[in-house]
């Protein structure tokens, strides 16, 4: 599942793609599917991502 949501991350070009990857995100750690230090290093890389505003 990790992986899973790194590869989403690399392909965020716009802040609804970011946002559609935070909740992805939440779900997964929700869901039992990554630890918390998953989630934190997750959103992290997914904020440090620099889109293109539309």
Do not use: Q
Not at 27 to 34: E, M, P, S, T
């Amino acid at each position: 599942m990790f992986k899973k949501l790194v590869y989403k991350i690399a392909a965020i070009k716009t802040e609804g793609d970011r946002n559609e990857c935070f909740a992805e995100i939440d779900k997964a750690f929700d869901n039992d599917k990554i630890t918390w230090n998953d989630h934190e290093t997750l959103y992290s890389l997914a904020a440090a991502v620099v889109t293109a505003e539309n």
